[in-house]
């Protein structure tokens, strides 16, 4: 990796904690919490490039955290992985609330590694795109501005005379 991006594991369960962390401890700055307030006290005090995100914890849940980062614009964008152990619609809930992947318990660290990874990089590039875009528009409106000004000025010139010799 470029740069360390970071990464906030979220789950009540310490040992599951540390093993997600032992996985991306090496490339990435990884953050943790152990419940969705938490979690949501870490997300506005730090940018996030990545939310690994338990879906059941106490005080507020994972679909809790999921919905408070989508109703937050400057949280909304940001990918969200969701691991549990639970086998039955959650993984359908979590989609429907917007996770962008889910993993289930146990985890197999090549697995959770690589689909972080892709999603990651689908972020960065979708940023990158975005940025991009965005200079284009500006020196769009910069050509567009500079053209109409051009020719305000261009039809001004000869109107005033046309004006002033009907008058």
Request: a negative charge; glycine letters at 2%.
């Given at each position: 990796?470029?740069?360390?991006?970071?990464?906030?594991?979220?789950?009540?369960?310490?040992?599951?904690?540390?093993?997600?962390?032992?996985?991306?401890?090496?490339?990435?700055?990884?953050?943790?919490?152990?419940?969705?307030?938490?979690?949501?006290?870490?997300?506005?005090?730090?940018?996030?490039?990545?939310?690994?995100?338990?879906?059941?914890?106490?005080?507020?849940?994972?679909?809790?955290?999921?919905?408070?980062?989508?109703?937050?614009?400057?949280?909304?964008?940001v990918p969200i992985v969701v691991t549990t152990g639970a086998i039955d619609k959650?993984?359908?809930?979590?989609?429907?609330?917007?996770?962008?992947?889910?993993?289930?318990?146990?985890?197999?660290?090549?697995?959770?590694?690589?689909?972080?990874?892709?999603?990651?990089?689908?972020?960065?590039?979708?940023?990158?795109?975005?940025?991009?875009?965005?200079?284009?528009?500006?020196?769009?409106?910069?050509?567009?501005?500079?053209?109409?000004?051009?020719?305000?000025?261009?039809?001004?010139?000869p109107l005033n005379s046309v004006i002033s010799l009907a008058n």
């Amino acid at each position: 990796m470029n740069s360390k991006r970071s990464i906030l594991v979220v789950d009540d369960i310490e040992m599951t904690r540390a093993m997600l962390i032992k996985i991306f401890a090496e490339d990435y700055m990884v953050f943790s919490a152990e419940n969705g307030e938490q979690a949501m006290e870490v997300l506005k005090k730090s940018s996030m490039d990545m939310v690994l995100l338990d879906l059941s914890m106490p005080i507020m849940d994972g679909y809790e955290v999921i919905q408070a980062m989508k109703a937050d614009q400057k949280l909304a964008s940001v990918p969200i992985v969701v691991t549990t152990g639970a086998i039955d619609k959650s993984e359908r809930r979590a989609f429907d609330l917007g996770a962008d992947d889910f993993i289930t318990k146990p985890y197999d660290p090549y697995i959770v590694r690589k689909r972080v990874e892709n999603l990651i990089q689908k972020y960065v590039l979708q940023v990158d795109n975005l940025r991009q875009a965005l200079g284009q528009a500006e020196q769009l409106n910069r050509a567009k501005s500079a053209f109409l000004s051009r020719m305000s000025h261009d039809l001004r010139s000869p109107l005033n005379s046309v004006i002033s010799l009907a008058n």
